[in-house]
């Protein structure tokens, strides 16, 4: 799991009781993120950020290999990601996982009421967590899912000198945010899944001129 100073975790696990006792949705278990073998040494790293976990999330023994197990698009471009670090084309060993809410649902995403319920939290933990680990870049494969959430981590306001600009390649748009006031660099692109291999490919050329950049 990602490991985060003082009692963040805590005010998470507290907060999903409260709302698992309203009894409004059908929850996932809270998510805490994970973190690559090497990624806290690493020169360059990937914090790698989703929208929610769906469905009952169990840890599993490291030697199952939870992190990344699977082959569908997210782990894919995770794994690209990593060989633009510098690392295993096939490993995530520079890669950090997580997501903008850390409680989702067993089915699908948080339907606004939910994400509303944790947004404090969220955004103060995505705050900590950019602080904290000092990742290299930041991308975030949630664009246009409800990104008041980032602005707010970033203390910004939205199209009103954020610090976002959009950078266009093969025809898709992705907004990039470099380094500013020791807050990491940041790219917002949509999720992989379902995405052409140009999208894809566009998306690595981006992610890797901020890497090195």
């Not at 939290?121 to 930041?138: D, I, K, M, S």
Request: with cysteine.
């Amino acid at each position: 799991m990602i490991n985060l100073e003082g009692d963040i975790w805590a005010h998470w696990e507290a907060r999903r009781k409260e709302l698992e006792a309203t009894g409004r949705w059908e929850l996932a278990g809270l998510f805490r993120g994970h973190e690559g073998a090497a990624f806290r040494t690493a020169e360059k790293k990937v914090l790698y950020l989703g929208k929610a976990t769906a469905g009952e999330y169990r840890p599993r023994p490291k030697n199952e290999g939870y992190f990344g197990c699977n082959r569908r698009a997210f782990w894919s471009f995770a794994r690209r990601l990593n060989r633009l670090t510098g690392g295993d084309p096939g490993g995530l060993e520079n890669i950090a996982w997580s997501n903008l809410c850390k409680i989702g649902t067993v089915r699908g995403n948080p339907n606004d009421s939910l994400v509303a319920a944790q947004a404090v939290l969220a955004v103060e933990t995505l705050r900590q967590g950019w602080v904290e680990l000092r990742p290299t870049l930041v991308v975030c494969v949630a664009e246009d899912w409800h990104e008041e959430l980032v602005y707010r981590a970033f203390d910004v306001t939205q199209n009103q000198g954020d610090g976002f600009n959009v950078k266009t390649v093969s025809g898709s748009e992705f907004w990039r945010r470099p380094a500013l006031d020791g807050m990491p660099a940041f790219l917002w692109m949509k999720h992989p899944q379902g995405k052409s291999l140009e999208y894809i490919e566009a998306a690595e050329a981006v992610a890797e001129a901020m890497l090195w950049s």
